[in-house]
């Protein structure tokens, strides 16, 4: 278990921090720490605190057997996410985040700004905010999106696999899709309910749902994208 309680100085681990079934992590007085070499959690808590946790270097990994929650995450340096990663509000930083086969990122932020990667095999980004979000512009396997409001998916958005809008049909969350777009989807959810293929959006298209559907000119062609085999998630 390590326990942070000094304010002073910067905080700064070098090699892989690895917390063990049982330990924890404390941060109590919400201080910014800095991880060079990856982290990997498997015991009882994490506590990020409200500072922000920087990873930098390269051929990094977040993962271990316990869920990680962080409250403001930045990407320096090349990370792989092999876990069930949270980042709650800021997802900064200017390198690249990947998200690893079968592992899960939740994002309840704005806006991401790292560049994400998350074909992998079996992996799910889900933005849950209960507020709008901008998803970002990438190649998905699988895409959630969940909480409330309205999800701003932009030209440059593809989904190879699933995506669920509203899982467990709980939530009031929409797919904006930006003005114009048509969108490429290999398969569509609602509330975990796989959809025919063909075209969605608000109005206009084959099949139209505006309580699923901001209303904008954009829409999806589902069945469309290339598929890549891969586990539904919600």
């Known amino acids: 278990t390590v326990n942070h309680t000094n304010t002073s100085g910067t ?49 990094k990994a977040i993962g271990g057997a316990t869920a990680i929650s ?19 509000t800021t997802l900064g ?32 980004v889900n933005y849950y905010r209960s507020n709008t979000q901008t998803v970002k512009a990438t190649t998905y396997q699988n895409l959630t999106l969940s909480g409330t409001s309205a999800k701003t998916i932009p030209a440059g958005t593809s989904i190879s696999g699933n995506l669920n809008i509203r899982p467990g049909g709980t939530g009031s969350a ?16 609602f509330a975990d309910v796989i959809q025919a293929n063909g075209t969605y959006g608000y ?7 505006p309580a699923y559907f901001a209303n904008t000119t954009g829409y999806l062609t589902v069945g469309t994208a290339a598929a890549t085999k891969g586990v539904l998630t919600t």
């Not at 985040?97 to 806006?111: D, E, Y």
């Not at 929409?174 to 959810?189: E, F, K």
């Open 203 to 209: 109005s206009g298209q084959t099949y139209n749902y």
């Open 11 to 59: 905080k700064t681990f070098t090699g892989l921090v690895t917390i063990n079934t049982g330990g924890a992590w404390n941060n109590t007085v919400n201080e910014a720490i800095t991880f060079r070499g990856g982290l990997a959690h498997s015991g009882t808590t994490f506590q990020s605190g409200t500072a922000t946790q920087t990873f930098n270097g390269t051929s």
């Open 93 to 124: 930083g200017t390198s690249t985040l990947t998200n690893g086969a079968n592992a899960r990122l939740n994002f309840g932020g704005t806006s991401i700004t790292p560049t994400i990667l998350a074909i992998a095999n079996g992996n799910t």
């Open 70 to 88: 962080i409250t403001s995450l930045t990407i320096s340096g090349t990370t792989t996410n092999n876990g069930n990663l949270t980042v709650t």
């Open 174 to 189: 929409t797919a904006s899709v930006a003005a114009l777009q048509n969108i490429p989807v290999a398969t569509l959810s």
